[in-house]
Every structure is written in C-alpha cells, then in structure tokens.
C-alpha cells in the first residue's frame, strides 16, 4: 500500500490541525494504522493508531487531545489534533502494518510509510 500524508501546517498553542493518510493499493481498513512523529534531533515516536476493528489507541502525551479516525470511502485516515502544544512539533508520519492482536507501538512493525508532513506550533 502507498501512502501520502497531507494537511501539516503552521498552527498557534491552542489550536487545532488535522492531518490526512491518503492510502492506494489497498483499503486501509486492511491495516492496522499507526500515526509517528519526529521532532528535531529526536528519535521517531509513537503517536496512535486505528486497529481493523477502529479501536484506537494513544500514547499518554496526546490523550484527550488527539483523535484517529478512518473514512473507508475515501481510504483515507484522519490525525486530528486539538490543543496543541508546542511539543507536538515535529515531522508527522502514518504507516501502515498488518494487522494484529496487539498494539504496534514500534515502527519497525510497519511495513509502509507516508512521506511526513510536518506541524509547527508556536508559542
């Protein structure tokens, strides 16, 4: 599957941005669906992801404040963030892994990347 993010952007703390993983070649409701993100300097980290069955999961820094959904008719999922904070900047990337019983919290258990997209948020 081939996967293009989109919607990045220059945001105020506080605000909210949502960002897009169109997918082709497969549906992306045959995926698990995993958002990462890398700030300047750090390593790739784990943001959420959307199981088959749209059981979402977070990492505790965005709970509350991130939402991952999917529209299966447009085999797009959807990164929306809400209250952002100066420390969700970073490059943002979705991927795409098979699905599993268990939470891919690891890139290394996706096999398919989108090309980044990045989100400042000023302070």
């Not at 995993?34 to 709970?63: C, H």
Request: charged content about 15%.
């Amino acid at each position: 599957v081939q996967l293009q993010a989109s919607g990045g952007g220059l945001v105020q703390a506080g605000g909210s941005l949502s960002v897009s993983c169109a997918a082709s070649g497969r549906t992306t409701s045959s995926y698990t669906m995993g958002w990462f993100r890398q700030a300047p300097g750090k390593e790739l980290d784990f943001v959420g992801a959307i199981n088959v069955d749209d059981s979402t999961y977070y990492t505790d820094s965005v709970k509350g404040r991130f939402t991952i959904s999917r529209d299966n008719a447009k085999n797009t999922v959807y990164l929306q963030m809400n209250s952002l904070k100066s420390e969700d900047t970073a490059v943002y990337y979705c991927a795409a892994g098979r699905p599993t019983s268990w939470v891919k919290f690891r890139p290394s258990e996706y096999e398919s990347w989108g090309q980044g997209t990045q989100v400042t948020v000023s302070s």
